[in-house]
Structure formats: structure tokens, C-alpha cells
């Protein structure tokens, strides 16, 4: 056990739901999308709202258009009597990290944690435009998949990757994907086949980008006793940190993620064999620069869900990676898994959290 | 309920956000209408262009504003054969890392170029700015970065 | 802006602002249960739902209830009357406003719903508005009716007596 293993309350990942990834759900709106999904991760572990001490959630608002819609998405949980609630306009692992924060405390031992989006209802390039420095950036209108080909060119012109590369990463994703019935693009495609595919920016082809998907995730966490009554085998979190770099594009390096090396540090990683890592990389050259940020080696397998290339559920995709990897120790398929999620441009922000069965 | 009973809607979100610069932005963008781009000086020493009010490394407080440019090298670049509605170009263009003669740090920007063809890591480029009477001090200031003594 | 433009740049002071206006555009779609409650509007009718839970009717519903986080299923016919639970009287004038101050804004609990809703109150004095006064929904023309709350014109007062307070207290 890592330094920063044995400093933790040990808090679990007790159930785990998402909703079907799809290009567009523009049947429901977010309450009624999030419904289905909240009773699932209620109903798999046979609780209900009243046995969970916190909820919070992650979504942006940008992506509806509408100003505190993630007040709202509260009516697909029905906070009554009152709960202790929070919000972050980030991605559910970030929420997922509050409430763990919120665990150590010790005076709760459950909490709910669930994101949302519908990425389809805008146009995606345009809304993500606005995380970019509104003074130098954002006036320009560049657009992450703009963005992330410049982080892909640097990485070419390093030495560091090739264009099959990214094919490679995006046809196991998708082979790896027929196994879930979530994700949203799931086919068995040879690379070669792949790299025939245009520019949609280049050094980018269509499929080195993301899908746009609509979609919901949640989770509950347990510690103490309600760990051990509500899994046979508890998924334990034994690390859990994030950091994140200048929002000045031009003054990092992109060809490498300094802050998901440092979280990884952090949430001793090293400390032990990896089985399986769910990697939040949108864009396929970003698993390259993850994989060595968090010092994988060739025996680890990485996103067997087929990971954000499959299904990219804007505020979703990196809570998933934390349900997927925790699904695949309760099955036994693996002991020891490290899970990631990005935030913001070419991988500002990063989030790691190690995850060992019992 | 069938498909056709959801509404759909047209939203429209707009903002008419008008932010102060500070002084450092404000060199920065002041420079750009004087057609001219300054640096701030960071903790060891490096130009850091765009200028931040702190160095983004060790989070100090930059130093005296230095001119750079006009001229630079490419650090990065990504080819929009479809540009965007919202982009700077209407016309093929490139996105690049630029980094200014004397900067420590690259900014971004388009690049006017015919043909991917005529670029790369490495190659030098130059600011195109926008006539005088039409820079209003922003990054729109500069049409373009164009190849130096390219035909553009 | 085109002043600026054709001034002297000699005569122009160090840049202090930046406009950076955002423009957003979407497919907006409301979901199931609020095209129920909009589609109804269409009709002239007030559309709601109940929750299988705990019985109370949500007028426009979201399609849960939001205190007990289940689907509501079964929609309810409301009336075209209600009672003013609360209300105020704009006297200031903003941006867009298309209504001549001063004007009467309240919340109205519909007969048969379990929570208000906003609406405007005319054909009254301003002076004359109170809790408890029973009002009835004026609804725009059939031919003018559309899936939005612009088909309700306003409400006004009806004959009846106020409500007692008893019957709207739960609801303020």
C-alpha cells in the first residue's frame, strides 16, 4: 500500500449506473433522462435516497443553454426532506472527489454522485470554446478538435506518436466497445481501413475524435459498514487526486500531462500492478500522453469499455471511467485499476483515482 | 407520447460581455492596435507571450513589458481544410503555436498559407495586421500570420 | 464602435476593455412531460401531472416529482380557476418589458394543483389586489393558441368569494 493508501478512510464504490450513450436523446430532458439512471444505481444495491447523507452532481449549463439547469436535475433525486447537496460545473469525477473529500470527514458514510449532458441540443466546437482565456483564446473561436490536432502535431513532430497510432487506439476502442452495450460506436474496423477516413482537422481523421453523445452516469460511495453490507466485494478507492496546468496553451508542453504524472504520484499509482486503466482521452493521441503520465506499462489494459472514443458523454465520460474500471474488480476480472478524467484543453486538468477489490 | 409530440425550439443565448483588460492585457492589446506585440518577463527570465499578470509556472508576478516579434516560428500547427462560422478564416487556414522572436512562450493564431504544403514545425511566419484605422486593440488585430517572404 | 474606428489612433488611450460577446445557438427540446403541459396550452387547457407517490399535482411537471424523485405518469385536467396564493405590483420599468406599469404579477394556485404558478392579473385595480382572491384564466384567441404560456393572456377576478385562508396556506 502506497503512503497516501494507508492516510485514506476507506470509501467504496458501491454501484454504479449510466444511461445508454446515444448521438441525440431529444426525447427527454435532463430530468427525465437522469430518472432511470439515479433509480439503477439506487436499485442495484436495493437503497433509496434516504440511506445516502450527500449528493453531488456535475454538468454544465452551457450545454442546455439555460442558467442553473443543475438546479433542476435535483427533481430526478427529489430532495425531501432536505439533503446537504453541492454542484460542480465539471466533469461527475470531479463531484465524485468532492464527495470522498466529504467522506473523510467521517460524519456521513454514503453519497450520490451523478453528472449529465445532452451534447446535441448546441453546437459542441462553439460551447467548448468558451473554457478557452477569454482574452487571447475564445475571441478567435478555436475549437477543441482545432486544438487537439495542434497537441497531435507536437506529439507527431516529437517522435512520440504516428498517425496509426491514433488508428490503432481508435479501432481497439471500438472492438472493445461491442463488448458494452452502452457505447454508442461499436464496430470492428481494421486500422488501415480507419486512416482512409478525410481530415477533419489534420493531423486528426474522424475516427482520432470523439463521438458526440448524449448521456448520464452516476455513482454511490459507502464507507464503514455500509461498504461491507451493500458488496459482497467493495470496490475500495486507495488513491484519489487531481491537478491541473496553466490555462495558457502556448506555455505547457503538450506532448506530456506534468499534472496527471503528479496526481498519479499522488494517488500511488506505482505502488502497486495495474491490471486495467479506464483513461479519459477524447482524442486518441491523448491515451499516448496519459498512458506514460500515469507509467503504464504493455501489460495493462487499457479502456476495456472501449473508453471516450466509443461514448463521450460531455460531464459523464470521466465518472464513467471510475464506474467502469470499479465494475471490472467487483467481477473479478481485475484487482488493482486506475481510472483518469480530463478536464478543459488538451488535457489541462486531470483527475486519478487507483481503485483495488477487497 | 409519439416523436412528433416533443417541441423543439430555437434558443438563442447571447451575452454582450465587455471585460476589463488590467494593465498588463491592456499593454498587451494596446500594442496589438500600435501594431506591436510586447512580452512580460516571467520568473526566470522568459518572455511570456501573450502576456498573464503572473508567470504561469511559479505564479510570480511578471516583470517589465518587452517588445517582440513581429516575425516567429511555428511550434505547432493543425490544418482546417472546412473552416468553422466562427473561425477567423473563411478559407482553408491553419491553426499554430506561434512562437514570437524573443518569447519564451507560443501564442496562438491562424496561419494564412494556400496549401498545407507550405508548412511546418519549424518554418517562420510573420504578423499580417489588420489596416490602422481598423485595429481596435484584440487578437483580430492580426489578420493572419503569414509565411516569411512568402507569396501571401 | 465606428467612432472609435475613425479616430486618430494618437489620440486613443491605453486599451482598457475588451468586448467579447458570446452567441449560442440551440435545438431546444423540453422533454416529455413539459410538451404535455406546452401542448395542452395549445388547446386552452392546463395540463398536469401527478406523482404515484405522495398525490400532488405539479403544474407545468417536469416529468418527476421533485419531492419524491419518481416519474409522473398520470396526467390531470386542471381548471381554468384558481386562487391568488400571493402577488406584487411592478411599478419599475426595465428592458423588454411589454406591459404597461403599473402592472399586477402573483401566483396562482389552479383549483385541483399542488403548486403555483406566475401569472399576470388585469381587469383590476391595482390597489385591489389581495390573497385569496379567486381569478380565471383569459386565454388569447383559438386561432391564436400556441404550445407556450403567450396563449394565457392574463388572469382576472372572478365572482366568487376570496378563498379561505385555510385552503391556500401550504402554498406560499
Known amino acids: ?358 | ?152 | 464602435m465606428a467612432d472609435e474606428l475613425t479616430t486618430d489612433a494618437a489620440d486613443l488611450g491605453p486599451v482598457t476593455t475588451l468586448a467579447t460577446p458570446i452567441r449560442l445557438d440551440f435545438d431546444f427540446t423540453p422533454g416529455v412531460a413539459q410538451s404535455r403541459f406546452l401542448r395542452g396550452l395549445e388547446q386552452g387547457k392546463f395540463m398536469g401531472q401527478r406523482c404515484p407517490s405522495c398525490n400532488q399535482v405539479y403544474v407545468p411537471s417536469r416529468g418527476s416529482c421533485p419531492t419524491d424523485g419518481v416519474p409522473t405518469t398520470e396526467d390531470v385536467l386542471l381548471a381554468n380557476v384558481g386562487t391568488v396564493t400571493t402577488y406584487c405590483v411592478v411599478n419599475v420599468p426595465f428592458a423588454g418589458q411589454s406591459i404597461e406599469i403599473p402592472y399586477i404579477c402573483a401566483q396562482v394556485l389552479l383549483d385541483g394543483a399542488n403548486v403555483s404558478f406566475m401569472g399576470l392579473i388585469q381587469e383590476i385595480p391595482t390597489d385591489q389586489i389581495r390573497m385569496g382572491m379567486r381569478v380565471e384564466a383569459v386565454w388569447v384567441d383559438e386561432s391564436d393558441l400556441t404550445p407556450s404560456l403567450a396563449s394565457v393572456r392574463y388572469f382576472r377576478p372572478t365572482d366568487e368569494p376570496d378563498a379561505d385562508y385555510d385552503t391556500y396556506k401550504e402554498y406560499l
Open chain 2, 1 to 152: 407520447m409519439a416523436d412528433s409530440e416533443v417541441l423543439h425550439a430555437e434558443h438563442r443565448l447571447e451575452y454582450p460581455y465587455s471585460r476589463s483588460t488590467g494593465p498588463i492585457i491592456g499593454a498587451f492589446l494596446t500594442g496589438l492596435r500600435d501594431g506591436k506585440f510586447f512580452g512580460a518577463t516571467g520568473s526566470d527570465g522568459k518572455i511570456i507571450v501573450p502576456p498573464t499578470e503572473y508567470d504561469p509556472i511559479t505564479s510570480d508576478d511578471v516583470g517589465e513589458l518587452v517588445e517582440v516579434g513581429p516575425g516567429g516560428v511555428i511550434e505547432s500547427w493543425a490544418w482546417v481544410s472546412n473552416p468553422l462560422r466562427k473561425h477567423p478564416r473563411t478559407t482553408p487556414f491553419a491553426w499554430a503555436l506561434i512562437r514570437l522572436d524573443g518569447a519564451g512562450t507560443a501564442m496562438m493564431h491562424a496561419v494564412d498559407a494556400a496549401s498545407p504544403d507550405d508548412l511546418a514545425t519549424g518554418t517562420r511566419v510573420t504578423a499580417k495586421f489588420r489596416p490602422a484605422a481598423e485595429r481596435i486593440g484584440s487578437m483580430s488585430d492580426i489578420e493572419a500570420f503569414v509565411v516569411e517572404g512568402g507569396a501571401a
Open chain 1, 1 to 358: 500500500m502506497s503512503a497516501a493508501a494507508r492516510t485514506v478512510r476507506p470509501v467504496s464504490i458501491a454501484s454504479f449506473a449510466q444511461s445508454q450513450n446515444v448521438r441525440k436523446d431529444d426525447e427527454r430532458n435532463e430530468v427525465e433522462g437522469l430518472m432511470p439512471v439515479i433509480a439503477e444505481v439506487f436499485g442495484n444495491i436495493g437503497i433509496t435516497k434516504a440511506d445516502v447523507g450527500f449528493i453531488c452532481s456535475g454538468s454544465t449549463d452551457y450545454l442546455i443553454g439555460g442558467p442553473f439547469s443543475f438546479v433542476m436535475a435535483l427533481d430526478a433525486v427529489g430532495v425531501w426532506p432536505p439533503k446537504s447537496e453541492s454542484h460542480v460545473e465539471m466533469d461527475g469525477a470531479w463531484a465524485l472527489y468532492e464527495a470522498w473529500v466529504l467522506l473523510q470527514e467521517g460524519e456521513i458514510d454514503a453519497a450520490l454522485v451523478y453528472s449529465f449532458g445532452r451534447s446535441s441540443l448546441g453546437d459542441l466546437n462553439e460551447i467548448l470554446t468558451l473554457q478557452m482565456d477569454p482574452y487571447y483564446e475564445a475571441p478567435l473561436w478555436p475549437d477543441i478538435v482545432s486544438l487537439s490536432a495542434l497537441q497531435a502535431r507536437a506529439l507527431i513532430d516529437a517522435g512520440k506518436a504516428t498517425e496509426a497510432d491514433f488508428a490503432a487506439i481508435a479501432s481497439r476502442s471500438r472492438r472493445d466497445a461491442l463488448a458494452n452495450p452502452k457505447a454508442q460506436v461499436r464496430n470492428d474496423t481494421a486500422p488501415e481501413v480507419l486512416l482512409a477516413d478525410d481530415y477533419v482537422v489534420a493531423p486528426l481523421r474522424r475516427h482520432a475524435l470523439p463521438p458526440i453523445t448524449d448521456g448520464a452516469a452516476a455513482i454511490v460511495l459507502a464507507a464503514g459498514d455500509k461498504a461491507l453490507e451493500w458488496s459482497d466485494r467493495p470496490v475500495w478507492i486507495t488513491g484519489f487526486d487531481h491537478r491541473m496546468e496553466t490555462h495558457s496553451l502556448g506555455a505547457r508542453d503538450l506532448t506530456s500531462s506534468p499534472s496527471t504524472a503528479k496526481a498519479a504520484e499522488v494517488a500511488g499509482v506505482a505502488a502497486g500492478k495495474i491490471d486495467i486503466a479506464e483513461i479519459h482521452a477524447p482524442f486518441a493521441h491523448q491515451e499516448i500522453i496519459v498512458a506514460e503520465a500515469l507509467g503504464l506499462d504493455d501489460s495493462v489494459v487499457i479502456n476495456p469499455s472501449g473508453g471516450p472514443l466509443a461514448a463521450n458523454p460531455m460531464m459523464s465520460a470521466g465518472l464513467i471511467r471510475i464506474g467502469e474500471a470499479a465494475e471490472r474488480i467487483r467481477s473479478g476480472q481485475a484487482d488493482r485499476a486506475v481510472a483518469h478524467a480530463t478536464s478543459g484543453p488538451c488535457l489541462q486538468q486531470n483527475l486519478v483515482c487507483v481503485l483495488e477489490g477487497a
